[in-house]
């Protein structure tokens, strides 16, 4: 299937590994230009080499994107790399774990500050080129807390409950300037973060991965982690040209996790 891809100008945030690395190296597969940032130089630059190695154009810029000056920045160098920005995935994030009752102030205001003023500070930002280029597409990479917010993982529940309210917002607000707006909510893939849970655990318990990996793969009915390879093709599928007709949606991919919850 041709995405019609070629020779589009992709922005992905947090793509030094894992689901952000992924995306960009398929999108360069379907011959996109792809920009990626991330806050750690040392990941980020490993990641540039390795997305490079086929000859694609690649773009890799350090940059915070829960700051303004740094999303200024980044933006401001794919239009003078690549002249404009017809992509943004918005990936750019960590996973904070705490509960009711030992949750910090800091701890809520980081991920709001990494999920919601980040994602929407990158939209802002790309968006006076999106409209002069007539037209964009943008994903957020929130995950199933928005609709499984767990109560040992609270701010991330929140923060991910208030980028899923200013996603369908987002997209309501320029559906007609032919600018797409949606959301890819994975749950349980295999990256470095759930990888290195498995291995605590698996030192903890004493068992062999399988076994510690359980209480992850035991929640879906694939009985298995996602790879973030999934992730990507979906992403892929979603700002191109055969999904044009898609705004406002937020998509599973999760193994069948959220099966039994309508919306």
Known sequence: M?????????????????????????????????????RD??????AGSSLGVGGGEVLAFCADTSREEDRRSFVASVIERFGGVDIL??????HVRASLDNMREEDLQGQLNDKVFGFLGMIRAVLPDMRTRGGGRIVNIIGQAVRHPHPD????????A?????????????????????????????TDLVTSVIGREMEKRGVDRETAASGFTRANVLGRLGKPEEIADLVAFLVSDRADFVTGSSVSIDGGYHRYVFG
């Open 2 to 38: 041709d995405l019609g891809l070629e020779g589009k100008v992709a922005i992905i945030t947090g793509a030094s590994r894992g689901i952000g690395l992924a995306t960009a190296r398929r999108l360069l597969d379907e011959g996109t230009k792809v920009a990626i940032c991330a």
């Open 162 to 190: 208030a980028a899923g309210a200013m996603t369908k917002s987002a997209a309501d607000a320029l559906a007609r300037e032919n600018i797409r707006v949606n959301a890819v909510c994975p749950q349980y893939v295999e």
């Open 153 to 160: 993982r609270m701010p991330s529940g929140i923060a991910n």
């Open 89 to 94: 995935v918005n990936n750019a994030g960590t």
């Open 41 to 46: 130089r040392v990941r980020l630059e490993a």
